[in-house]
């Protein structure tokens, strides 16, 4: 009984599907193939649907490439003029004269780098102090609100900032932050000079309150996947909860810990709009920070639309690729590092 | 109604694993077959070869022939032709979690684009009527989740949803393991009484439930078939000293 | 049977701890809890302080006509940002309609296609980076390409510079949020025979959907408030403009503009046009709340 209606099957069916169905039904008389399975049947393999499906998908994804590449290229190609005509020396000369067409990018990357590790001077051990707060002391109820009000700060647009730091800051650092530091620390030289409220220190103050919640909300995922199970361990040798946090969380987190710090330097490298607003916009290289600066963001934002002149534009360009590869490599350094914690991490604790 | 399944030297590998090593059987057509043996022994790998699931898993391959009536499986159809005639059971009840019963349950026929509204319906009610769901779930049909029943009743839903495709095989990776004991004597007297209408391939870890619903069972270990025969004659008197030694418990 | 010949260490702790390191220690421990809430505090501060300001000149300046009128020429009261709210508008929806459907299918790619495959992985970390790329040079690329080809500014130009910016984070948040569907349920849709297009439209992205669209909103409030990417791409227009191909008004350009002029009628419609921008991105923003909540309640039950 087992094997008959194989052999009844036998003879029917040399394959194709639909021909299969009928010789099933054969064997049962019972009841004609049912709507749901004649129209199973005839339903295609679906295997070209998928092909396509596959395809464009990848092609979506593939786009992300391009799109690197082609930023990368059409970036080159704009700055063939400047690249030329001043070839690496570009990076080390102070000149930016657009009368006489002689450019140079050294007050831009000083005033880009001042700014950003000034900013990163401040944003960092504040960051850690809320990622710690936030992971290791803080009440459960106020964590909710709390990360969502820095989860805000990152909303916040960069112009908005820049509108604050121009008709807030700047008078702030004029009259009462400025003097207060040529006061107490004008000994050093970096606080000299005539002090307008615009200038490197104030650009520097607002980036860093625009990379804080970048770098503290990164410095708390990666905190929070530091498993309980070291933490309780410190604990119970005796040790008080700054001590299980400095060698039971800290010290495993460190390498994310600076990844996120790197995150927050790309950030800082590529602002434009805030900083623009209030560092004064002026190419020169001076040790106070009161001075105004400039930035390779901001000359950019401030210069390209009245560029008059194919080597203006491309040296401006030029300075557009600087900057695309450096945060290109800050960024690259900085994910590496982040993934190396957090991948492999055990399921997320606390 | 069901049709016999034909295995001849069927291989397979995970990577560089070989998990199924010249599996050779027949599973006869409208009966219950159970497949027994202690975990990663390849029995789980088998059913999946026999929807050709086991090739989602990109490292996975098979080789071999198997013959579900007179169609080679791997060489007449695609997978997606075949998982249309072959339902399969999880071992975990797993509903779609954003679709209501009813959606849970017509899933197999929406997916592949069936619209007839009225067919929808009755195949919905005649599938949960099957898998003795009918009564309980009637009444919320549309309103409830799928993901909102107890465990028993997702996976007899999980039956009904297989069903409901007019499959010609029914494969259940142990559908009970998962399950309490009453919901575990619920899927057994399902089995019951479906395999009068389809051929149904049971893998279970538990001999007892196979000595309960099936017709025949296949003792597999590490990777190889070591004896396939009546349920009866395998639990009481086997050929090999290997399954002798399982069923008694004498195995690790 | 190794701690007896260690008992003789010096290193070995006192039975007794002494009384000072105690309070060195607990002193520490409470230096360090002090620092951590002041610094949360002082973060906080600038962010309540700049919400404050904002309301408070924004709401004193917002009237019907910033909602009904195109800006006054200089020294002439009054005006509106109207044609820099639909600007925004039309420039927004030109990126979403580019972005979120590259986006998301990219990220499809690397959940159900890539995963594992050192071409997934690449694609990944490509726009882990790219997310990094300053807004800025978006704005001189697209400039380079597409304004120079063209030889005018043009809205068009300002929604791929805005696209190109949502594709990584919708990327990256949709192949996460996919990664959180059980496998299992994609098991479910193939083993009832449903082809692979199909079990992820329908079942994979379907049930990942709350997720997603968080992170679609979430781009979507980032490009919102970018000023950088439309100064050489959009350009701002002091009129109304409707079409594709002519420069075209925003927002945060136009709140740029007015907040460095010298202007104060202008600074007064800078705070207003700033204050109608946050209410915007907080609303979404507080829209992927509600809807991140309502996912992780879903996939709960």
């Known amino acids: 009984m087992t094997t008959e209606p194989e052999s009844g099957s036998t003879k029917s069916a040399l394959s194709p599907v639909p021909t299969e169905f ?41 786009s992300i490439f391009l799109i690197v590449l082609f930023i990368f290229f059409i970036l080159i190609s704009r700055s063939k003029l400047s690249l030329l005509a001043f070839g690496w020396k570009f990076f080390t000369r102070q000149a930016w004269d657009p009368v006489s067409g002689d450019f140079g990018a050294l007050p831009f990357i000083y005033g880009t780098l001042a700014t950003s590790f000034l900013a990163l001077l401040i944003a960092v051990p504040l960051a850690l102090g809320v990622a710690v707060f936030l992971t290791e002391l803080c009440p459960r109820s106020l964590r909710a609100p709390i990360s969502f009000l820095t989860e805000l700060l990152a909303a916040i647009p960069s112009v908005v900032y820049g509108l604050w730091a121009v008709f807030v800051l700047v008078p702030i650092m004029r009259d009462s932050l400025g003097p207060f530091l040529y006061k107490t620390l004008g000994w050093t030289g970096f606080f000299e000079g005539s002090n307008f409220g615009v200038g490197l220190l104030t650009a520097s103050i607002i980036l860093a309150i625009m990379i804080l919640p970048v770098i503290s909300s990164l410095t708390r995922d990666i905190m929070t996947s530091v498993p309980n199970s070291q933490r309780e361990g410190v604990l119970a040798l005796g040790a008080t909860r700054w001590e299980m946090i400095r060698t039971g969380v800290l010290r495993n987190s460190r390498i994310g810990i600076v990844g996120a710090v790197m995150l927050g330097l790309g950030r800082a490298l590529g602002e434009t709009m805030a900083v ?4 004064g916009n002026h190419a020169d290289i001076s040790k106070s920070l009161f001075a105004p600066g400039y930035t390779l963001a901001s000359v950019i934002a401030n210069e390209f639309s009245e560029a008059t002149g194919d080597l203006y534009l491309s040296a401006l360009i030029e300075i557009g690729l600087a900057l695309f590869l450096v945060t290109i490599v800050v960024n690259a350094i900085a994910r590496l590092m982040v993934w190396a914690v957090t991948r492999g991490a055990p399921a997320r604790a606390a | 109604m069901g049709v016999g399944i034909q295995v001849e030297n069927l291989n397979a590998w995970y990577g560089t694993t070989h998990t199924l090593q010249d599996i050779n059987l027949h599973i006869p057509a409208n009966h219950a077959t159970a497949l027994i043996g202690p975990s990663g022994c390849g029995k789980s790998t088998f059913v999946r070869c026999l929807n050709r699931m086991h090739e989602t898993n990109p490292i996975a391959r098979a080789t071999g022939v198997i013959k579900m009536g007179e169609l080679d499986i791997y060489k007449d159809a695609s997978p997606v032709e075949i998982r249309r005639r072959v339902g399969m059971v999880f071992q975990r009840p797993n509903p779609f979690p954003t679709m209501s019963i009813y959606d849970n349950v017509a899933s197999g026929l929406k997916l592949n684009g069936f619209r007839n509204r009225r067919i929808l319906d009755e195949t919905v009610e005649r599938s949960l009527k099957q898998a003795a769901l009918w009564e309980e779930v009637k009444d919320d049909l549309k309103k409830k989740s799928g993901a909102s029943l107890s465990g028993g009743q997702q996976q007899r839903m999980c039956i009904a949803r297989a069903l409901a495709v007019d499959p010609e095989v029914l494969l259940m990776d142990e ?31 538990n001999m007892q439930q196979a000595a309960r619903v099936a017709e025949n069972t296949g003792f597999f270990l590490n990777g190889k078939m070591v004896e396939f025969d009546s349920t009866h004659k395998i639990f009481t008197n086997p050929k090999d000293k290997r399954t002798e030694d399982y069923i008694t418990g004498r195995f690790g | 049977m190794s701690t007896l010949p260690l008992s003789p260490n010096p290193l070995r702790t006192p039975a007794k701890p002494s009384v000072i390191n105690t309070l060195r220690r607990q002193a520490m421990n409470h230096v360090i809890t002090g620092l951590s809430i002041l610094s949360t505090v002082v973060v906080i501060a600038p962010l309540v302080a700049i919400l404050v300001y904002l309301i408070y000149k924004g709401a004193s300046s917002l009237n019907l006509a910033f909602f009904t009128h195109i800006p006054a020429p200089v020294g002439e009261q009054g005006g509106g940002m109207a044609n820099s709210i639909v600007g925004s508008g039309i420039i927004l929806f030109l990126a979403s309609l580019m972005g979120i459907p590259i986006g998301i299918s990219a990220g499809v790619y690397l959940a159900e296609f890539g995963r594992g495959s050192f071409l997934g992985n690449a694609i990944r970390f490509t726009a882990d980076v790219l997310n ?7 704005g001189i690329s697209i400039y380079s390409l597409i304004v120079m080809q063209q030889k005018h500014f043009s809205a068009l130009a300002g929604g791929i510079a805005l696209a190109i910016m949502m594709v990584p984070t919708i990327t990256r948040t949709t192949e996460e949020m996919l990664a959180t569907v059980p496998h299992a349920i994609r098991e479910a849709a193939l083993g009832l025979g449903v082809p692979k297009w199909r079990t992820v439209l329908s079942v994979s992205l379907r049930t990942a959907s709350p997720g997603i669209i968080t992170g679609c909103m979430l781009a979507f409030a980032r490009v919102a408030g970018e000023t950088a990417p439309l100064l050489f791409t959009a350009f701002g227009n002091q009129f109304w403009s409707f079409k594709l191909n002519e420069p075209i008004a925003a927002l945060p350009l136009q709140i740029y503009v007015y907040a460095i002029s010298p202007y104060d009628e202008w600074h007064r419609l800078a705070w207003a046009g700033s204050l109608v921008l946050i209410v915007m991105i907080m609303v979404a923003v507080t829209l992927v709340r509600i809807f991140a909540n309502r996912g992780v309640l879903k996939g709960a039950s």
Do not use: N, W
């Not at chain 2, 919901?183 to 057994?188: N, Q």
């Open chain 1, 22 to 62: 009928v010789a099933s039904a054969v064997e049962a008389p019972v009841s004609a193939p049912s709507p749901i399975r004649e129209f199973l049947s005839q339903r295609g393999s679906g295997r070209l649907a998928d092909r396509s499906f596959a395809a464009v998908m990848l092609l979506c994804s593939l």
């Open chain 1, 276 to 279: 623009t607003m209030v560092i």
């Open chain 2, 175 to 205: 559908p009970a393991s998962a399950l309490d004991p009453v919901s575990t004597s619920k899927i057994e007297d399902l089995i019951f009484q479906l395999k009068s209408q389809y051929t149904i391939v049971i893998v279970t870890h």
């Open chain 3, 132 to 138: 990094g790329v300053p807004s800025i040079v978006m």
